[in-house]
């Protein structure tokens, strides 16, 4: 540690620190605009000038490393003098037309002008004006009021990966653009709303909705995959207006996904069901709470008696105390086909293991940033996890190798070390090679099953270098975990960790699946979601999805919804569907309208509060629940306060089975041409699907088929009959992969436990 | 007039026939020395030993002593390594390296070899101006001669030295002569300045350790290694070796080109130039280029043509860049010009520079066109004053020194202009 003099206050330094580092953590105030802690130094804007002692010009404190008792003045009369100078330039072009911005209020510009402006502005030319751009449907450009820091331009360069923005053109004439006619596509876009410190780059669906001062800002827990991501909620009148990223390097450092970002206009959606629905003859009507409650425990009723007959199928966003209280009021009856893992069709793990097997990242995010080597098992993680991928790539931007096993070459925001794209089957065989290579190495006897795996040269390299990287993790994604393979992939990857001394992540994808198998929302009993189709389930319970848009079942959910006797739906939105196959409809309180708890994907509980009004009459689900409770004249469901819940949920968690290479399973092969589907970054969830802004960015799901078959069409069969999907001849897909966009009311018939190409 | 000796450095062989021919250069001494130190009969260090005996510094106009800025750079190092060669000779008023690249293009071949050599670069680069096509195609014909004779590329005339120079073009903007955007510009890479530090003897091109020259020194050192750096010292004065290339243009009877020994007296190079022009007075004169301070004609007929003299007089000698006006000039005008070049040329990337360049050109041009207020001469200063020291590069403080100057020696005239709308040669 070195000390230097600040305004005459000696502060602790590292040797090296930027003075504007040292600064900031000893609370002494520097103005700047290009610096961000996350970027890169650009020393360009000059906000940040400060007078060092024995330096004859005043240097940009951003870019200026401290030395043993340097002395620096903030406030001197010749920092001041440059600072206020620097103010002065910026604003002579600056349209100062803050009474019409949507970043007044939060404006670096306007707070740092109040303080190092002048009254009146000596400059009586006329001014720049700069011609926008769209840029697409999340972010509004207003570039006359830009000032040139380049934060978003070093976003690109640095953060994402995607150069989508830069400065052409020189002196006054410079601007920040995309490259010629281009918008911007990048699933991480909308952080440079934040970064950018003026109103030159502002949210566009939140365009003049409301003034920051106006809005209530509420910290919450992002609910769109699986990182939990801190955000706060604002509200004005207590309506969602805009989300946006709270600080936290454990998970999302300063940073929001574009999806955990703009989802909320789909909270605002105008299909949202604001009050209990009950059918009658055939007819919907309206109903007070207490009648639609009454009637939900008449139509459970006598399916209680017959509880195997009773299937429940919940959104894994569901929180914590929703399905821990589904679980109690359902368990206490016998029923236990309460299921949240609506995307997988492989539950061979499960049988092997004799109790659920949950994924997880057994690594933090800080530890997977330090990996040097890094082997990604059927994950387009990119689109999974946005936020996930930035630390992958972080590492490799270190120096890790990042190398990959998927159904189709990916466009990854990193540079690959080495590819293997095949079809399910060979990723599995060449895993079987991996984990012969790698007990090769290690001189240990080969695991049976890869006895027959011919290693090449590429294979060694790939399992010398797991064996050898100090830090190195297999990461499985989501392609893996909906394939019919999920248990090959998992156990070869597991045997290869084991043996390289790698980590294993099983990356989970929705906001509470790791909390869905602690308290119980997969079933006890050894069943699944396939198996529940396969029986004759007399009632259903659907909670908080779409079920012919949420599950990999498409027709085979749709026709055992149309033959149950009973079907109650506790939903957020009112659709004809599910006004076609329920007798109920329930309203219910979406995640910012409720107070809750998420398990992330690293295992933390992470709970919120209620930040939104629901809209209507619609509820919070544990409140439902516990109402229905009492109904059914149960015990213990006299909770206050939704923090009860949470305790007796923490306290009863079930005993679940662990990601381990020596289960043994069953064998499957992989007919070719496989079927696989694949989630659009904006196809995910209901909330998601529901958010126009989301809908018209690039990352939203197309109706159409990817695959390497030279064909204008292609037609899937389904339990309903065939399809015809559009094909798009993309030779990035393995040959015999077909990939279906999941999601889509296109393609609601797909099941993929049941499907075959039937022409191309 | 006593006899000026002219052309003894770099332009020595500018009057013979196809001077940029290998064969007149070697005619003439050209690649001795290379194939000395190829020979190992010259060490580096003693290459930088005599370079720093010949006190030459750097010609591009900032004038930092060679020798020390080669002995910046670990030879030994390991990872690549790069000589940069800055033609990009931009500065209004400056065109002597144009007719080094044209006429002597070999001698500047020879000068990378050598100094890529002593920094332990396997690679240099020649950045040539974007407008400089002839001079461009003249130097990349003498590289590709040298690679025939043998004197470019691997194993070097059995030396086991390997050497690749390579001619780039740049695309037309004065800020890429600024070293670092020079070197961003190779990149590939929007030209503008990075911040320093690091400088690029640690962090250059790629990142690299790399030792940028002008044109006009590295095309020097060739004759300082052949006749000895006590030679070339004693040809200049005290603090500054050698001979300077000056390059005289406006009010005078022949402009052009003039190497002439450091010290010379001003009265002595505008004579060779042919005098002011129409047997007219003179009135002003910016002696290194666009960026350095005007001086009036008193001041500039006292100095000598080398950096202390001139910095005495109040101005610097820059790039050697000899701008000559006569009693006739509208200060206003030129200050107008010059003032727009540097709001054109601005790389946009800092603050002061971005904004306020624009801001003096159209306070200067509103005066020119006779719409000037009186408050303006006050704000001119203020934002000159405003710009100076708080920018990346040189350029603000470039764009900022010729208003400062101008107002200094010649504010009665914008004073003129301001109450008559007029210059003081119109007689309305």
Not at chain 1, 650 to 658: E, H, M, P, V
Not at chain 2, 235 to 254: D, N, R
Request: proline share 5%; hydrophobic share 40%; net charge negative.
């Amino acid at each position: 540690m070195i000390k230097i003099e600040i305004n005459g206050q000696i502060v602790e330094a590292h040797e090296g620190d930027m003075l504007i580092d040292v600064a900031d953590e000893a609370k002494i105030p520097i103005p700047r605009f290009c610096y961000h802690k996350k970027l890169s130094i650009a020393a360009n804007c000059r906000m940040c000038l400060v007078e060092v002692e024995g330096a004859p010009k005043a240097l940009p404190a951003c870019a200026t490393p401290v030395t043993d008792g340097m002395k620096v003045h903030t406030r001197s009369p010749k920092a001041r003098a440059a600072q206020k100078a620097v103010m002065e330039f910026l604003l002579i072009n600056h349209p100062l037309d803050c009474p019409i911005c949507d970043q007044g209020g939060e404006c670096e510009l306007q707070d740092v002008a109040f303080e190092y402006g002048n009254d009146v502005g000596k400059y009586s030319e006329a001014k720049r004006v700069v011609p926008d751009h769209d840029v697409g449907p999340l972010i509004a450009t207003d570039m006359t009021r830009c000032i040139h820091c380049t934060r978003c331009v070093r976003f690109g360069q640095e953060i994402s990966g995607l150069m989508e923005l830069g400065a052409v053109g020189r002196s006054e004439w410079m601007e920040i653009t995309t490259y010629v006619g281009k918008s911007i596509t990048s699933e991480i876009s909308g952080n440079i709303i934040d970064l950018c410190p003026v109103g030159a780059l502002t949210s566009k669906p939140f365009r003049f909705k409301a003034r920051a001062w106006e809005m209530v800002a509420h910290p919450s827990i992002a609910a769109h995959d699986s990182l939990g991501s801190h955000i706060e909620v604002h509200t004005y009148q207590d309506k969602v207006m805009r989300v946006v990223p709270r600080d936290n390097e454990a998970i999302n450092e300063t940073w929001l996904s574009d999806r955990d970002r703009f989802a909320y206009e789909g909270i605002n959606s105008q299909d949202r069901l604001t009050v209990p629905l009950a059918k009658s003859k055939g007819q919907w009507d309206e109903q007070e709470w207490e009648d639609a409650l009454n009637q939900t425990v008449e139509l459970l009723k006598p399916h209680l008696n017959n509880p195997d007959t009773v299937g429940v199928l919940v959104s894994p966003n569901a929180t914590v105390e929703e399905l821990y209280l589904l679980r109690k009021l359902l368990h206490a009856h016998g029923v236990k086909d309460i299921e949240t893992r609506l995307r997988q069709i492989d539950f061979r793990l499960d049988e092997a293991a004799g109790k659920p097997v949950a994924p997880g990242l057994v690594n933090t995010l800080p530890e997977i940033e330090a990996m040097e080597s890094v082997l990604l098992v059927g994950s387009n993680l990119r689109y999974e996890i946005p936020l996930l991928n930035l630390r992958v790539r972080k590492a490799q931007l270190e120096g890790a190798r990042v190398r990959v096993l998927n159904v189709a070459d990916y466009p990854f925001t990193f540079d690959l070390e080495d590819k293997v794209i095949a079809d399910p089957q060979a990723l599995v065989d060449t895993l079987k090679v991996l984990v012969r290579a790698a007990a090769e190495l290690k001189g240990t006897e080969i695991p049976a099953g890869a006895e027959d795996a011919v290693v090449s040269e590429q294979h060694q390299a790939w399992a010398k270098d797991l064996v050898e990287s100090g830090k190195a993790t297999i990461m499985v994604g989501a392609m893996a975990q909906q394939s019919p393979l999920y248990a090959d992939f998992v156990l070869w990857s597991a045997r290869l960790a084991d043996l390289t001394g790698a980590t294993i992540n099983v990356v989970p994808q929705s906001a509470n699946e790791v909390g869905a198998y602690q308290v119980g929302a997969v079933p006890a009993n050894g069943g699944n979601i396939d198996s529940m189709l396969a029986s004759d389930k007399k009632a259903w319970i659907v909670v908080g999805i779409d079920p012919e848009l949420d599950t990999v079942y498409g027709a085979r959910l749709k026709q055992a919804l149309d033959q149950a006797d009973t079907v109650i739906s506790l939903t957020a939105y009112d659709s004809e569907y599910l006004r076609s196959v329920s007798d109920i409809m329930l309203p219910i309180a979406v995640h910012t309208e409720t107070a809750g708890t998420f398990v992330n994907a690293t295992g933390d509980w992470q709970s919120f509060k209620i930040a939104s009004a629901a809209p209507g009459d619609a509820k919070p689900l544990w409140k439902i629940l516990r109402v229905l409770g009492n109904l059914l004249d149960m015990d213990g469901f006299d909770y206050v306060h939704a923090d009860e819940v949470l305790e007796e949920a923490k306290a009863q968690t079930q005993s679940l089975g662990s990601v381990q290479g020596d289960l043994a399973i069953p064998a499957r092969t992989c007919d070719k041409p496989v079927v696989l589907g694949e989630w659009s970054l904006y196809s995910v969830d209901p909330i998601v699907r529901r958010s126009e802004p989301l809908q018209k960015a690039a990352g939203a799901a197309r109706p159409v088929v990817r695959s390497a078959i030279e064909a204008d069409e292609i037609v899937l069969n389904t339990p309903a009959g065939p399809i015809t999907l559009p094909n798009e001849y993309d030779e990035s897909v393995a040959p015999g992969v077909v990939l279906v966009p999941m999601g889509l009311s296109e393609t609601a018939d797909v099941t993929l436990t049941d499907v075959s190409v039937a022409a191309s | 007039m006593a006899s000026i000796p002219l052309n003894e450095c770099c332009y020595r062989l500018n009057h013979l026939d196809k001077s940029w021919d290998i064969e007149t250069y070697m005619a003439n001494g050209g690649y001795e020395v290379w194939k000395k130190v190829l020979a190992g009969e010259l060490t580096p260090q003693e290459i930088i030993d005599e370079v720093k005996a010949s006190n030459i510094r750097g010609r591009g106009g900032a004038g930092f002593p060679t020798g020390l800025k080669w002995s910046f750079m670990n030879r030994y190092a390991p990872g690549p390594k790069y000589i940069l060669c800055n033609s990009d000779e931009g500065e209004p008023g400056t065109f002597k390296d144009r007719d080094i690249l044209r006429y002597n293009p070999h001698q500047l071949v020879e000068g990378m070899m050598i100094a890529g050599y002593v920094i332990g670069a396997n690679t240099g680069y020649n950045y040539i101006r974007g407008e400089f096509w002839e001079p461009y195609k003249r130097f990349d014909q003498a590289v590709q001669q040298a690679y025939e004779a043998g004197l470019l590329g691997k194993n070097i005339l059995g030396s086991g030295w390997d050497f690749d120079l390579y001619t780039h073009l740049g695309a037309g903007a004065y800020i890429c002569g600024e070293e670092t955007a020079l070197i961003e510009s190779i990149e590939g890479k929007k030209g503008q300045p990075r911040f320093k530090p690091p400088f690029p003897a640690s962090f250059g091109l790629y990142g690299r350790p790399t030792t940028i020259n002008n044109t006009e020194t590295l095309a020097s050192i060739p004759m300082i290694l052949a006749k000895g750096g006590k030679w070339f010292a004693d040809l200049g004065v005290p603090g500054a070796g050698g001979t300077k290339i000056f390059s005289v243009s406006g009010h005078v009877e022949k402009p052009g080109n003039y190497e002439i020994r450091m010290g010379t007296p001003f009265k002595d190079l505008l004579a060779l130039a042919g005098g002011v022009w129409k047997g007219r007075k003179l009135k002003a004169v910016i002696p290194g280029g666009s960026s350095t301070a005007v001086l009036p004609a008193e001041k500039a007929l006292e100095m000598n043509m080398d950096y202390d003299s001139i910095a005495k007089a109040g101005s610097f000698l820059g790039a050697g860049s000899v701008i000559i006006m006569d009693e006739t000039t509208d200060m206003v005008k030129a200050l107008d010009r010059l003032t727009w070049f540097y709001y054109e040329e601005s790389c946009g990337q800092c603050t002061p520079c971005r904004e306020g360049t624009g801001w003096m050109h159209r306070v200067v041009h509103r005066i020119y066109t006779g719409k000037g207020r009186p408050e303006d001469i006050d704000m001119l200063k203020d934002v000159s004053g405003k710009i100076m020291g708080r920018v990346i590069c040189g350029l603000g403080d470039a764009a900022a020194i010729p208003v400062a100057s101008f107002l200094e020696h010649f504010e009665h005239e914008f004073r003129h202009y301001i109450e008559h709308g007029c210059s003081i040669y119109d007689r309305a």
